[in-house]
């Protein structure tokens, strides 16, 4: 067995280019036994030539990649596009830290974008780096301070894609946010789209933007059908808003209310 193993990576370390692992657990996930890591790992010292990976399990809320330290064996120099599903955003900004350093597609999903749990500050410029996408699934408190802070490397973009679910203590995320934070700061973006509902907590309900408001600021956006959505539960003095680029991408509906228009 172990002759086999030898041969079969003599042979294909080279000539493999393009990689997709897809784990299925049968929805049997030990928390404590994370195979995906070292998995992981292993592809990089394995294939040296690697173009693609596509690398999430099949339940995107089952297990994720998740690093305490990223060993230097994850590298390379070849890749160009990786997808791939991660715990924590500073296991994000680990693999953003220039050891993929021809990286030109990164499709990320990301459990957990807390301010408490990214304690890794990277702001080297990721000049490379074509088309990004961005996903969570837990509501993040990190949209000023790390979302946009991530984006803000990336001045060459020419497609984004955002999922988010964002907590905030300010505004709603409209469309001058995104100009002012996002479209302002990639001259080459063609293609833009998201998924993004903010929420927060509100003490006076006259002083909080309506649904007319948050669609005029999309006025600018060429070639855009946007979509918005504005609730407010008066007696949690809760809020939230629901903006997408139509038509709606996402599989999963969450946060949906009844002035969701589909």
Same mark, same amino acid.
């Not at 089952?62 to 120099?77: A, G, W």
């Not at 946009?148 to 679910?165: G, I, P, Q």
């Given at each position: 067995?172990g002759?086999?193993?030898?041969?079969?990576?003599?042979?294909?370390?080279n000539?493999i280019?393009?990689?997709?692992?897809?784990?299925?657990?049968?929805?049997?996930?030990?928390?404590?036994?994370?195979?995906?890591?070292?998995?992981?790992e292993q592809?990089?010292?394995?294939?040296?030539n690697l173009?693609s990976?596509i690398f999430?399990?099949?339940?995107?809320r089952?297990?994720y990649l998740?690093?305490?330290?990223?060993?230097?064996t994850?590298?390379?120099?070849?890749?160009?596009?990786l997808?791939?599903c991660?715990s924590?955003?500073?296991d994000?900004?680990?693999?953003?830290d220039?050891?993929?350093n021809?990286?030109?597609i990164?499709?990320v999903?990301?459990?957990?974008?807390?301010l408490?749990?990214s304690?890794f500050?990277?702001?080297?410029k990721l000049?490379n780096?074509?088309?990004f996408k961005?996903?969570?699934?837990?509501?993040?408190?990190?949209?000023d301070?790390?979302?946009l802070?991530?984006l803000?490397?990336m001045?060459n973009?020419?497609?984004?894609?955002?999922?988010?679910l964002?907590?905030?203590?300010?505004?709603?995320?409209?469309?001058?946010?995104l100009?002012?934070?996002? %479209?302002?700061?990639?001259?080459l973006?063609?293609?833009?789209t998201f998924?993004?509902?903010t929420?927060?907590r509100?003490y006076?309900?006259?002083?909080?933007p309506?649904?007319?408001? %948050?669609?005029?600021t999309?006025?600018?956006?060429?070639?855009?059908?946007?979509?918005?959505?504005v609730d407010?539960?008066?007696?949690?003095k809760y809020?939230?808003?629901? %903006?997408?680029?139509?038509?709606?991408q996402?599989?999963?509906?969450d946060? %949906?209310?009844?002035?969701?228009?589909g």
């Amino acid at each position: 067995m172990g002759l086999d193993k030898h041969m079969f990576t003599s042979i294909y370390k080279n000539q493999i280019l393009s990689l997709v692992i897809d784990i299925n657990t049968n929805g049997e996930v030990d928390s404590t036994i994370n195979i995906n890591t070292p998995l992981f790992e292993q592809i990089f010292t394995t294939f040296i030539n690697l173009r693609s990976l596509i690398f999430c399990p099949s339940s995107i809320r089952s297990q994720y990649l998740f690093f305490d330290i990223l060993p230097s064996t994850i590298v390379s120099s070849t890749l160009l596009e990786l997808h791939v599903c991660l715990s924590k955003f500073r296991d994000c900004l680990y693999l953003l830290d220039g050891r993929f350093n021809q990286l030109r597609i990164f499709h990320v999903n990301i459990a957990i974008i807390a301010l408490s749990s990214s304690t890794f500050n990277n702001k080297e410029k990721l000049p490379n780096l074509r088309s990004f996408k961005l996903s969570n699934y837990n509501i993040t408190d990190g949209y000023d301070d790390l979302v946009l802070s991530l984006l803000h490397r990336m001045s060459n973009l020419e497609e984004l894609d955002l999922s988010l679910l964002v907590w905030t203590t300010k505004t709603f995320v409209d469309g001058n946010n995104l100009r002012i934070n996002i %479209i302002n700061h990639m001259p080459l973006l063609n293609k833009f789209t998201f998924n993004i509902v903010t929420s927060t907590r509100f003490y006076n309900q006259i002083n909080l933007p309506s649904n007319d408001y %948050i669609q005029e600021t999309f006025k600018d956006f060429e070639n855009k059908q946007i979509i918005s959505s504005v609730d407010y539960f008066q007696q949690d003095k809760y809020s939230q808003c629901h %903006i997408y680029s139509y038509p709606y991408q996402l599989k999963d509906y969450d946060n %949906i209310t009844n002035n969701f228009p589909g």
